[in-house]
């Protein structure tokens, strides 16, 4: 094993552990279960002679409603097409993919700002071997917790007679494959900055920029505002992850698995060039505040 | 050992280091001096791999060095000036070295983490968490991470800063003992009065430029102007100072309290004559000392020479 794989591994395994005997990770999968056993339950009661009907629930009324505002309507109709786990695994999936990224890129900007990481790179690891052993941790403890999410929602279908379609499991691979990328995306705003606060403001930058990117997408909106946000979007589609995300939900519509498979690699392709070019980054601007 | 050509650092159109050159073997104790701002940590953290080079190169145990050389960085230890706070708080120091020893692949990791905390007098807070540590036993961790692998050059920024005298005597104590067992140690600081007690040669940097280097015996006699003979007088007659100026040997003379300070040329000891003279005139020297120029007294020499060099006519600013 070289100085860099090994020095990765070592400094990986620490990150698992830290992350494993803190709260947080505990507190962020609590959040994401409860969230899920309350959607769960709210669509089973939302449901009627001819199926769900989100105006029967309240909660599900109002996020019914938002997400036909921001996404169209017939975003949320595929949406819930196969019961309530899909529109479940995003939400319950959004407190540990916030907390392991937005804890990342907190702690790297820390790391930074106080010579920690100046202090690890004394020895045969570098800025690069650290940034990969973070992501590690992320990729492993995403995992981990898709895992858990997955069972859950399958005991609550076994329970509500509900089965977990088809388009659950695809997103359930792609959602991993996403947060990877996010995860790329917080390293390299790590990377552009020097403390914490200016890190997890360029990363949730980003991420929010995505977001209003995709949303012009989808909405349709005439006039300036559409144009405007039809052109962004088709620039800053090809860097955005939630573009090849997608991308590979739409394959999986039209039954084209192999696209679907593209649209993942291309997702992962995105988060190696990310990487690289944060890479390039450390090396360029060092690990020095 | 270390060997640099012309290394040189900008930042934008500041030049942090300009055009350094270094030629350090092997087993040396190193001091690299210079006011805060001159230049030191960012040639620390070039010869490190860690800021690289504008220009210039680096040597390292006779072969070219950078960044991506990480096998000779394993043969380097550094002990920053100040242990990163607020980091790694759940680990205890044995945790924490554990973590290092770990990245350095150490075989018998436990026996010299416990030989070298016992050796800095850390043994017994081995299980204890090192956020609750001092100052002075957070800079004692430090060298004991920095030891773990074993390195053949210690890389010292400012090891006594900050730390009372207690602490100091330590650290000095922990630095020659290391250079007796073969260890090439690079100290960088702005503590002249301690480095004078360490160091066998030094360098001092101001601006960025490297204005003197030498064995610190050889600078200090080469800087000095002249000599100072100190003697320690039962009483110091009012007339006596007068008397004294008109020696031929003597440059210069003043009297503070009962002793007599007498400036003679350097070239020779006129220490004799002068003890000699004060016997005729029937005093009594308790004490005769020659004052030689400190560490401090030649920084100060070679830097305002520098200044006045840089401000031309203008003379010093």
């Known amino acids: 094993m ?14 698992i552990l830290e992350t494993l005997i803190s709260p947080g990770y505990y507190v962020a999968q609590t959040i994401g279960l409860v ?66 990224a937005v804890s990342s890129v907190f702690r790297f900007g820390l790391e930074k700002k106080v010579g920690a990481l100046e202090l690890l790179t004394y020895g045969p690891a570098d800025g690069t071997s650290y940034f990969l052993a973070a992501l590690i941790k992320d990729i492993l403890m995403t995992a981990i917790y898709l895992v858990v999410l997955l069972l859950f929602l399958f005991i609550a279908g076994l329970l509500n007679n509900l089965i977990l379609g088809p388009s659950f499991y695809y997103s359930l691979v792609i959602l991993f494959f996403l947060s990877i990328a996010i995860y790329a995306y917080g390293i390299f705003a790590s990377s552009l900055t020097d403390n914490s606060a200016s890190a997890i403001a360029v990363f949730l930058g980003l991420i929010l920029f995505f977001i209003i990117i995709m949303m012009g997408s989808f909405t349709v909106v005439s006039g300036y505002v559409r144009n405007l946000a039809s052109v962004l979007a088709w620039i800053i589609k090809w860097i955005s992850p939630l573009f090849y995300w997608d991308l590979a939900l739409r394959f999986v519509e039209m039954g084209n698995w192999g696209m679907y498979f593209i649209g993942v690699a291309l997702l992962l392709l995105l988060s190696v060039v990310v990487l690289f070019i944060s890479h390039l980054t450390i090396k360029t601007r060092g690990v020095r505040a | 050992m270390i060997q640099t050509r012309n290394l040189t650092k900008r930042y934008g159109s500041f030049t942090a280091v300009d055009t350094v050159n270094l030629n350090i073997p092997a087993g040396e104790i190193y001091g690299f001096l210079g006011p805060n701002g001159a230049g030191k940590t960012s040639t620390i953290m070039m010869l490190l791999g860690i800021v690289k080079p504008t220009a210039g190169e680096i040597r390292l145990f006779d072969e070219p060095y950078s960044s991506k050389r990480l096998d000779l960085r394993r043969r380097i230890g550094m002990v920053p000036e100040k242990h990163p706070v607020g980091m790694w708080t759940w680990m205890t120091a044995g945790e924490y070295l554990q973590m290092f020893a770990e990245l350095f692949s150490l075989e018998e990791a436990n026996r010299r983490i416990d030989h070298l905390l016992e050796r800095v007098g850390l043994a017994e807070v081995k299980n204890k968490k090192f956020s609750e540590f001092s100052r002075g036993m957070l800079q004692k961790l430090s060298f004991v991470r920095a030891l773990l692998h074993d390195p053949d050059i210690l890389f010292l920024d400012e090891p006594i800063s900050g730390l009372d005298p207690f602490g100091v005597k330590q650290i000095r104590d922990l630095i020659l003992e290391e250079n007796r067992e073969g260890r090439t140690i690079f100290i960088s600081s702005h503590i002249l009065s301690e480095m004078e007690k360490v160091c066998q040669r030094v360098a001092i940097i101001f601006g960025g430029k490297l204005m003197a280097e030498d064995q610190m015996k050889s600078l200090l006699t080469t800087l000095a102007k002249d000599r100072e003979i100190h003697v320690d007088l039962e009483e110091l007659p009012a007339e006596l100072i007068a008397k004294v100026k008109k020696l031929k040997f003597v440059q210069d003379a003043i009297g503070a ?61």
């Open chain 1, 35 to 100: 969230l899920a056993y309350l959607l769960v339950a709210g669509f089973v009661r939302a449901v009627d002679s001819s199926g769900f009907n989100y105006t029967l629930n309240q909660a599900y009324e109002l996020i019914g409603r938002s997400l036909v505002g921001a996404f169209g309507a017939t975003f949320v109709e595929k949406l819930f097409s196969e019961g309530p786990f899909l529109f479940t695994l995003y939400i319950a999936f959004l407190p540990v993919l916030l907390y392991l």
């Open chain 2, 257 to 317: 309290e009962k002793t007599l300070i007498v400036k003679v040329p350097k070239t020779g000891d006129y220490r004799k004559e002068l003890s000699k003279y004060l016997i005729d005139q029937n005093l009594v020297p308790l004490s005769i000392q020659e004052k030689s120029l400190s560490l401090e007294e030649a920084f100060v020499t070679i830097t305002k020479e520098n200044i006045n060099l840089f401000a031309g006519i203008g003379g010093e600013k």
């Open chain 1, 2 to 15: 070289n100085q860099r794989a090994h020095a990765t591994s070592v400094l990986a395994k620490r990150r």
